[in-house]
């Protein structure tokens, strides 16, 4: 893929329930030119499997990349952290 020309940023902490429907629906807009950032806050975030599923999801499809922070950083500290990681000149929340 060309360079993204939006980053779609997502912090997840035991998110499950509404994981699968937030990314199906990302990747059903009709521009196509993003990736989709999903960072798991901490491994306590991950406690539902949130961290497995956001793999699983990468495994197909390139435009998606999870992060996992070590600890919980918070809302606030994890979307600045995504920003600093985001791709495209664009970041959409």
């Not at 980053?7 to 990314?23: A, F, H, M, R």
């Not at 989709?36 to 998606?64: P, V």
Request: hydrophobic share 35%; proline share 3%.
């Amino acid at each position: 893929m060309k360079h993204p020309r939006v980053t779609v940023l997502t912090s997840i902490y035991n998110g499950l329930p509404y994981l699968k429907e937030s990314i199906e629906s990302t990747l059903k807009q009709s521009m196509k030119e993003f990736e989709l950032l999903l960072i798991i806050d901490g491994i306590e975030g991950n406690k539902d499997g949130s961290y497995k599923c956001a793999l699983q999801y990468a495994s197909r499809d390139s435009r998606i990349r999870v992060i996992l922070n070590e600890q919980n950083l918070g809302t606030s500290r994890t979307m600045n952290k995504g920003i600093e990681l985001a791709s495209a000149p664009y970041v959409a929340r």
